[in-house]
């Protein structure tokens, strides 16, 4: 600003000290070529205008449109983010659902470990109280055999069948 107004200054002085006279009067024709340089200057001005009018539209244009595309690229970013967070707190939602459900279902395990785990404690007792069983008619046999080989293999006993049957029913009970 400050050498803009220095050159105009310059540029209405400059012309003054040039053109200093001694006093007397000379025919200049200042005002016909001041007329000629505003006429110039209209025909510039008016060549030039549309140029310039339109070099400036374009960049309003330009400048308006780069503004326009950012804009979009600004609300595309805007709803990116939102749906970013909408599917950041499904996913948490999801993850919360999924934790519950796998904890029901660990629950639900436990039970039915729980319940497999008693039926085959039930299970082996009954299998343990069927052996027992069986291993105590086995004793039981195996005693009345060893009597019975005892009775027949012994002469000095002679027993009756009556008899026999007898002491084995007392040594069964």
């Known amino acids: 600003m400050n050498k803009n107004k220095n050159i105009i ?8 000290i040039l053109f200093a006279s001694g ?8 005002f016909h070529r001041l007329f000629n ?20 539209n374009n960049r309003i244009n330009n400048i308006a449109l780069k503004l326009e595309a ?4 600004l609300r595309e970013s805007k709803e990116k983010k939102v749906n970013s967070y909408k599917r950041l707190e499904e996913a948490k939602a999801e993850a919360i659902s999924i934790i519950e459900r796998a904890k029901k279902e660990i629950d639900i395990e436990k039970v039915k470990i729980e319940e497999s785990t008693k039926e085959e404690i039930k299970n ?11 291993e105590k008619k086995k ?7 060893n009597i019975i080989n005892e009775a027949f293999d012994d002469d000095s006993v002679k027993l009756s069948q009556k008899d026999l049957i007898e002491v ?4 069964v009970s």
């Open 139 to 145: 004793a039981v046999r195996l005693v009345v055999d």
């Open 124 to 134: 082996l007792l009954s299998s343990h109280e069927n052996k027992k069983e069986f």
């Open 70 to 73: 950012i804009q979009v690229s």
């Open 9 to 16: 200054i310059c540029l209405i002085t400059l012309p003054a």
């Open 168 to 171: 084995i029913n007392k040594k």
């Open 37 to 56: 340089f505003v006429i110039f200057f209209g025909i510039l001005f008016y060549l030039l205008k549309n140029f310039v009018k339109n070099a400036y």
């Open 23 to 30: 006093g007397e009067v000379k025919d200049y024709d200042f």
